[in-house]
C-alpha cells in the first residue's frame, strides 16, 4: 500500500513542481539595466542614382541645395545653373546605436525620402554623418538602398506600388566612429529598472539576488533595485549571474478592454465578489410596406401613397440568471460569463456592470 501510495504522489509533486516553475520569470525577463540601452541616431543626406525617381529639382530647394553645396565641396560649380536631373533625393538617415558597441563594428541604418521622389529602389547614399541626442557624430553611413518594394507605371497615367518605395534599408551600411562611454566595469553600484512598476515584484526580485548573493540588492522603490557587486565579482559577470534567476511575477489584478475589436483580457489577479448576472438580447423591427390609395371614379379624389408600419419585438428566451460565487478566480468568471454564452462585446457590457455594482475587484482600462 505504501509503494502504491508513493507511486501515486511522485508524479503529482513532480507535476505541482513543473507549474510552480513555469509560473515563474528570469529577471532578464522582467527587468532592464539602466543605463545599458540603444541610442537612436539621425542624419540627412543624397541618394543618387536613382532612375528618374528621384526628387524635382524645382519642387524641392532643399534638394538643390544640397546638390549644389556637394558638388562645390567636390571642386564643381553649378550655382546658376538650369540643372534639373530626377536622379537625385534629399533623405533622412536614422540607426540604432546598440549598447557597448566599439569603433569600426557595422550597423544596419534605415532611409526615407523627404521630397517628392517617387522611388528609392537602386539608389546610393552618399557618406552620411549620424549626430545622437548631443549633436555628436557617433557613425557614418553609405551604401545602396534595398526598398523591398515594386513600382511601376504606365504612359497613360496608370501606376501599380506594392510596399513603400520611398523608404528603404542598407544592411550594415553604418560604421561606428565613436562609443558613448558608458562604461560599466568601473560601476560600483547597478540599478535593475522593472518594466512593469510594481512593489511586490520589486521586493521579490531583491530577495531572490540576496538568497543568491547576500547583501547586494536593496529595492529603492515599486521600480528600481540597486545592486552593488560582490568584491570578486566584475559588474558584467554579477549580472550574468543575477539576469537568469528565477522571479515570481506579482502584478495587480487589470481588465483591459478594447471596445474598437471587441477584445477583452484579464490577469490573473482578477477576483470578483457574489454577483447575480442576467443576459438577453432584445431585438425591435420596424417594416415600412407603402401602400396606394386609389379614389372612386367621378370621386374628384387624388391618388396617394399610405406608409404602413409593421413592428416587431423579438427578445431571447432561455438564458436564466446565473450567479457567480464571491472570490471567484479568473477561471471561474470565465466559465461563468461563457456559460450564458455572450459574445465578446456583450462581455465588455457585463463587465462594466459589474465593475460599476462594486463587485469586480480590479481596474478596468478602455483602450
Known amino acids: 500500500m505504501k509503494k502504491l501510495l508513493a507511486t501515486l504522489i511522485a508524479p503529482l509533486a513532480l507535476l505541482a513542481a513543473a507549474d510552480a516553475a513555469s509560473a515563474q520569470s528570469r529577471i532578464k525577463d522582467i527587468a532592464s539595466v539602466e543605463g545599458v540601452r540603444s541610442n537612436q541616431l539621425v542624419g540627412y543626406g543624397l541618394v543618387v542614382g536613382l532612375n528618374g525617381t528621384g526628387d524635382s529639382l524645382r519642387n524641392c530647394p532643399l534638394t538643390r541645395q544640397s546638390l549644389e553645396g556637394m558638388m562645390e565641396r567636390q571642386g564643381v560649380n553649378i550655382r546658376g545653373s538650369t540643372a534639373n536631373t530626377k536622379n537625385v533625393a534629399a533623405v533622412m538617415v536614422t540607426a540604432d546605436l546598440p549598447a557597448f558597441v566599439t569603433p569600426g563594428a557595422r550597423i544596419d541604418v534605415n532611409v526615407s525620402a523627404m521630397c517628392d521622389a517617387k522611388s528609392l529602389l537602386g539608389g546610393t547614399v552618399l557618406v552620411t554623418a549620424l549626430q545622437g541626442a548631443d549633436g555628436e557624430v557617433y557613425a557614418v553611413a553609405q551604401g545602396t538602398v534595398q526598398t523591398g518594394a515594386v513600382s511601376a507605371s504606365g504612359g497613360s497615367g496608370s501606376s501599380i506600388t506594392r510596399g513603400v518605395p520611398t523608404a528603404g534599408r542598407i544592411s550594415s551600411g553604418g560604421v561606428v566612429e565613436r562609443e558613448t562611454g558608458f562604461n560599466l566595469g568601473q560601476m560600483q553600484e547597478v540599478r535593475l529598472t522593472l518594466r512593469n512598476p510594481d512593489f511586490t515584484t520589486a521586493q521579490r526580485v531583491a530577495g531572490a539576488i540576496n538568497a543568491a548573493f547576500p547583501q547586494t540588492a536593496f529595492a529603492e522603490n515599486g521600480t528600481v533595485v540597486a545592486l552593488r557587486p560582490p568584491a570578486n565579482f566584475g559588474a558584467a559577470g554579477f549580472l550574468s549571474r543575477v539576469e537568469n534567476l528565477p522571479i515570481q511575477v506579482d502584478a495587480p489584478a487589470k481588465v483591459i478592454i478594447d471596445e474598437v475589436n471587441g477584445v477583452v483580457v484579464m490577469g490573473e489577479a482578477v477576483r470578483i ?66 456559460a450564458l454564452g455572450v459574445t465578446p462585446r456583450d462581455m465588455i457590457s457585463i463587465l462594466q456592470a459589474i465593475k460599476a455594482a462594486g463587485a469586480l475587484q480590479a481596474d478596468i482600462e478602455v483602450m
Not at 308 to 319: A, I, L, M, P
Open 273 to 338: 465578489s457574489t454577483v447575480a448576472i442576467a443576459q438577453g438580447n432584445l431585438t425591435v423591427s420596424v417594416q415600412e410596406t407603402p401602400l396606394v390609395s386609389q379614389p372612386e371614379p367621378f370621386s374628384r379624389g387624388e391618388t396617394v401613397v399610405v406608409p404602413q408600419s409593421d413592428v416587431t419585438v423579438e427578445e431571447e428566451t432561455g438564458r436564466q440568471m446565473r450567479i457567480i460565487g464571491g472570490g471567484a478566480n479568473l477561471s471561474t468568471l470565465v466559465n461563468g460569463l461563457n
